[in-house]
Protein backbone atom coordinates (compact mmCIF):
# COMPACT_ATOMS: atom_id res chain seq x y z
CA UNK A 1 0.00 0.00 0.00
CA UNK A 2 1.35 3.57 -1.21
CA UNK A 3 -0.38 6.38 -1.40
CA UNK A 4 0.42 9.57 -2.59
CA UNK A 5 -0.53 11.34 0.42
CA UNK A 6 -0.24 9.84 3.83
CA UNK A 7 -3.20 10.17 6.19
CA UNK A 8 -1.69 8.40 8.46
CA UNK A 9 1.88 6.62 8.59
CA UNK A 10 3.61 4.37 10.88
CA UNK A 11 7.11 3.06 10.47
CA UNK A 12 8.95 0.74 13.02
CA UNK A 13 5.36 0.80 15.34
CA UNK A 14 6.13 -1.99 18.01
CA UNK A 15 4.34 -1.69 21.32
CA UNK A 16 3.83 -3.79 24.82
CA UNK A 17 1.96 -4.91 27.78
CA UNK A 18 4.64 -4.31 30.35
CA UNK A 19 7.30 -6.71 29.74
CA UNK A 20 5.15 -8.37 27.01
CA UNK A 21 5.23 -7.18 23.69
CA UNK A 22 2.06 -7.77 21.51
CA UNK A 23 3.63 -5.38 18.00
CA UNK A 24 6.42 -5.93 16.21
CA UNK A 25 7.52 -2.97 13.64
CA UNK A 26 4.23 -2.38 11.91
CA UNK A 27 4.56 -0.53 9.01
CA UNK A 28 1.92 1.09 7.22
CA UNK A 29 0.51 4.03 5.29
CA UNK A 30 -3.47 5.35 4.65
CA UNK A 31 -4.22 8.17 1.93
CA UNK A 32 -6.79 10.50 3.14
CA UNK A 33 -10.06 9.54 2.39
CA UNK A 34 -9.20 5.59 2.31
CA UNK A 35 -11.07 3.27 4.85
CA UNK A 36 -8.92 0.52 6.64
CA UNK A 37 -9.87 -2.83 7.92
CA UNK A 38 -7.28 -4.58 10.70
CA UNK A 39 -7.71 -8.56 10.51
CA UNK A 40 -6.79 -11.34 12.73
CA UNK A 41 -7.41 -14.27 15.18
CA UNK A 42 -7.75 -13.13 18.56
CA UNK A 43 -4.52 -11.85 20.17
CA UNK A 44 -3.01 -11.00 16.69
CA UNK A 45 -2.40 -7.06 17.82
CA UNK A 46 -5.75 -5.31 16.36
CA UNK A 47 -6.48 -3.88 19.34
CA UNK A 48 -3.03 -3.34 20.33
CA UNK A 49 -2.15 -1.40 17.05
CA UNK A 50 -5.54 0.81 17.40
CA UNK A 51 -4.36 1.59 21.15
CA UNK A 52 -0.75 2.73 20.12
CA UNK A 53 -2.35 4.94 17.65
CA UNK A 54 -5.20 6.48 19.82
CA UNK A 55 -2.37 7.31 22.38
CA UNK A 56 -4.23 4.59 24.99
CA UNK A 57 -0.83 2.18 24.50
CA UNK A 58 1.65 3.87 26.84
CA UNK A 59 4.60 1.56 25.78
CA UNK A 60 4.98 2.36 22.44
CA UNK A 61 8.42 2.36 19.66
CA UNK A 62 8.37 3.84 16.17
CA UNK A 63 6.55 6.67 14.52
CA UNK A 64 3.23 7.48 13.95
CA UNK A 65 2.35 10.20 11.88
CA UNK A 66 -0.79 11.77 11.32
CA UNK A 67 -1.70 14.75 8.93
CA UNK A 68 2.19 15.28 9.13
CA UNK A 69 2.30 15.36 13.03
CA UNK A 70 4.15 13.05 14.86
CA UNK A 71 1.71 11.02 17.51
CA UNK A 72 4.33 8.96 19.21
CA UNK A 73 4.94 11.31 22.20
CA UNK A 74 1.40 12.98 22.60
CA UNK A 75 -1.40 12.17 25.22
CA UNK A 76 -4.54 11.02 24.48
CA UNK A 77 -6.60 13.92 24.95
CA UNK A 78 -4.24 15.89 22.57
CA UNK A 79 -4.56 13.44 19.93
CA UNK A 80 -8.48 13.53 19.99
CA UNK A 81 -8.46 17.40 19.52
CA UNK A 82 -6.15 16.52 16.42
CA UNK A 83 -8.57 15.21 14.94
CA UNK A 84 -8.40 11.38 16.16
CA UNK A 85 -10.91 9.57 18.19
CA UNK A 86 -11.45 5.64 19.53
CA UNK A 87 -14.13 3.88 19.96
CA UNK A 88 -12.38 1.13 22.35
CA UNK A 89 -14.32 -2.27 22.82
CA UNK A 90 -16.64 -3.31 25.24
CA UNK A 91 -18.17 0.71 24.11
CA UNK A 92 -17.03 2.11 28.37
CA UNK A 93 -20.25 4.49 28.00
CA UNK A 94 -21.19 6.75 31.39
CA UNK A 95 -23.88 4.11 32.33
CA UNK A 96 -25.63 6.29 35.12
CA UNK A 97 -26.00 9.39 32.41
CA UNK A 98 -28.89 9.98 29.76
CA UNK A 99 -27.93 9.57 26.60
CA UNK A 100 -27.98 13.00 25.28
CA UNK A 101 -25.70 13.29 28.55
CA UNK A 102 -23.08 10.95 27.64
CA UNK A 103 -23.49 12.35 23.62
CA UNK A 104 -22.16 16.36 25.15
CA UNK A 105 -18.98 14.36 26.66
CA UNK A 106 -17.60 13.90 23.37
CA UNK A 107 -17.62 17.70 22.70
CA UNK A 108 -15.63 18.27 25.64
CA UNK A 109 -12.53 19.00 23.53
CA UNK A 110 -14.62 21.51 21.03
CA UNK A 111 -16.04 23.26 23.78
CA UNK A 112 -13.18 23.81 25.67
CA UNK A 113 -11.58 25.37 22.60
CA UNK A 114 -14.80 27.71 21.80
CA UNK A 115 -15.74 25.25 18.84
CA UNK A 116 -19.81 25.52 19.76
CA UNK A 117 -20.74 25.39 16.27
CA UNK A 118 -18.28 22.65 15.47
CA UNK A 119 -20.06 20.58 18.24
CA UNK A 120 -23.92 21.58 16.98
CA UNK A 121 -23.16 20.34 13.52
CA UNK A 122 -21.34 17.54 14.97
CA UNK A 123 -24.84 17.14 16.92
CA UNK A 124 -26.94 17.42 13.85
CA UNK A 125 -24.75 14.34 11.88
CA UNK A 126 -24.77 11.86 14.79
CA UNK A 127 -28.90 11.84 15.79
CA UNK A 128 -29.23 12.27 11.46
CA UNK A 129 -27.27 9.26 11.48
CA UNK A 130 -28.57 7.25 14.46
CA UNK A 131 -31.74 8.74 14.57
CA UNK A 132 -32.59 6.21 17.53
CA UNK A 133 -30.57 8.36 20.10
CA UNK A 134 -32.26 11.36 19.36
CA UNK A 135 -35.92 9.29 20.47
CA UNK A 136 -33.60 7.77 23.19
CA UNK A 137 -31.96 11.42 24.02
CA UNK A 138 -33.38 11.00 28.39
CA UNK A 139 -33.06 7.64 28.33
CA UNK A 140 -30.31 5.95 30.85
CA UNK A 141 -27.31 4.84 29.07
CA UNK A 142 -27.00 1.22 30.92
CA UNK A 143 -30.66 0.59 29.98
CA UNK A 144 -30.21 0.75 25.94
CA UNK A 145 -29.79 -2.56 23.84
CA UNK A 146 -26.56 -3.65 22.95
CA UNK A 147 -27.25 -2.15 19.47
CA UNK A 148 -28.32 1.28 20.68
CA UNK A 149 -25.03 1.16 23.42
CA UNK A 150 -22.83 0.53 20.21
CA UNK A 151 -24.39 3.51 18.45
CA UNK A 152 -24.44 5.76 21.29
CA UNK A 153 -20.54 4.84 21.75
CA UNK A 154 -19.75 6.10 18.43
CA UNK A 155 -21.78 9.12 18.74
CA UNK A 156 -20.09 9.97 21.31
CA UNK A 157 -17.05 9.58 19.86
CA UNK A 158 -17.77 11.65 16.44
CA UNK A 159 -18.74 14.43 18.13
CA UNK A 160 -15.01 15.29 18.57
CA UNK A 161 -15.40 16.39 15.41
CA UNK A 162 -12.68 13.99 13.81
CA UNK A 163 -10.74 13.44 10.79
CA UNK A 164 -10.21 9.76 11.75
CA UNK A 165 -12.42 7.46 13.55
CA UNK A 166 -10.86 4.45 15.35
CA UNK A 167 -13.30 0.86 15.84
CA UNK A 168 -12.28 -1.89 17.81
CA UNK A 169 -14.22 -4.90 17.38
CA UNK A 170 -17.65 -3.09 17.09
CA UNK A 171 -19.46 -5.99 15.87
CA UNK A 172 -18.84 -8.52 19.15
CA UNK A 173 -21.84 -9.33 21.04
CA UNK A 174 -24.47 -7.76 18.41
CA UNK A 175 -26.91 -9.80 16.23
CA UNK A 176 -26.32 -10.22 12.68
CA UNK A 177 -28.96 -7.57 11.70
CA UNK A 178 -28.05 -5.09 13.95
CA UNK A 179 -24.35 -5.72 13.08
CA UNK A 180 -25.60 -5.16 8.98
CA UNK A 181 -27.28 -1.92 10.32
CA UNK A 182 -24.34 -0.46 11.74
CA UNK A 183 -22.34 -1.27 9.11
CA UNK A 184 -24.52 0.29 6.39
CA UNK A 185 -24.04 3.50 8.87
CA UNK A 186 -20.61 3.44 9.34
CA UNK A 187 -20.40 3.44 5.83
CA UNK A 188 -22.02 6.54 5.38
CA UNK A 189 -19.38 8.13 7.22
CA UNK A 190 -17.01 8.59 3.95
CA UNK A 191 -19.49 11.12 2.37
CA UNK A 192 -18.84 13.61 5.65
CA UNK A 193 -15.23 13.36 5.18
CA UNK A 194 -15.05 10.75 8.01
CA UNK A 195 -12.05 8.45 7.73
CA UNK A 196 -12.72 4.60 9.58
CA UNK A 197 -10.37 2.48 10.72
CA UNK A 198 -11.84 -0.96 12.24
CA UNK A 199 -10.22 -3.46 13.81
CA UNK A 200 -12.78 -7.02 12.88
CA UNK A 201 -13.00 -10.37 13.19
CA UNK A 202 -16.00 -10.81 10.67
CA UNK A 203 -13.96 -10.44 7.81
CA UNK A 204 -16.98 -9.89 4.86
CA UNK A 205 -18.26 -6.69 7.35
CA UNK A 206 -14.78 -5.39 7.76
CA UNK A 207 -13.99 -5.83 4.07
CA UNK A 208 -17.60 -4.16 2.67
CA UNK A 209 -16.89 -1.19 4.64
CA UNK A 210 -13.09 -0.82 3.97
CA UNK A 211 -10.65 0.08 0.68
CA UNK A 212 -7.68 -1.22 1.70
CA UNK A 213 -7.28 -4.19 4.64
CA UNK A 214 -4.36 -5.42 6.56
CA UNK A 215 -4.12 -8.95 8.36
CA UNK A 216 -2.29 -9.18 12.04
CA UNK A 217 -0.62 -12.45 12.54
CA UNK A 218 1.36 -12.70 15.90
CA UNK A 219 1.76 -8.79 16.26
CA UNK A 220 3.38 -8.51 13.01
CA UNK A 221 1.49 -7.55 9.41
CA UNK A 222 1.09 -10.59 7.24
CA UNK A 223 -1.19 -9.53 4.51
CA UNK A 224 -2.20 -6.25 3.10
CA UNK A 225 -3.44 -4.63 0.00
CA UNK A 226 -7.04 -3.78 -1.23
CA UNK A 227 -9.90 -5.00 0.80
CA UNK A 228 -11.34 -6.87 -2.25
CA UNK A 229 -8.16 -8.77 -2.43
CA UNK A 230 -7.48 -9.70 0.72
CA UNK A 231 -10.82 -11.34 1.35
CA UNK A 232 -10.25 -13.71 -1.31
CA UNK A 233 -6.97 -14.68 -0.34
CA UNK A 234 -5.95 -18.20 0.64
CA UNK A 235 -3.53 -16.93 3.07
CA UNK A 236 -6.20 -15.14 5.22
CA UNK A 237 -7.50 -18.69 5.81
CA UNK A 238 -4.80 -20.22 6.85
CA UNK A 239 -3.84 -17.50 9.02
CA UNK A 240 -7.63 -17.41 11.10
CA UNK A 241 -7.89 -21.25 11.16
CA UNK A 242 -4.21 -22.50 11.82
CA UNK A 243 -2.34 -24.67 9.30
Known sequence: MAPE???????????SYGRVQTLYEVNLEL??????????????????????????????RGSIEFNGTELSRLPPHEIVALGLSHVPEGKHLFGPLTVAENIEMG??????????KDADEARDLIYRLFPILRSRSG??????SGGEQQMLAIARALMSRPKVLLL???????????????????????????????AEQVIRLACDLADYAVVLHLGRIAIQGP?????????????YLGG
Not at 228 to 236: G, T, V
Open 31 to 60: AGGKSLAVLGANGAGKTTLLRAISGLMVQR
Open 107 to 116: ALTLHRSGRR
Open 168 to 198: DEPSVGLAPKVNELLFVTLGQLKAFEVVVIV
Open 227 to 239: SDAIRNDPELKRL
Open 139 to 144: QIASTL
Open 5 to 15: RSLLKLSNVSA
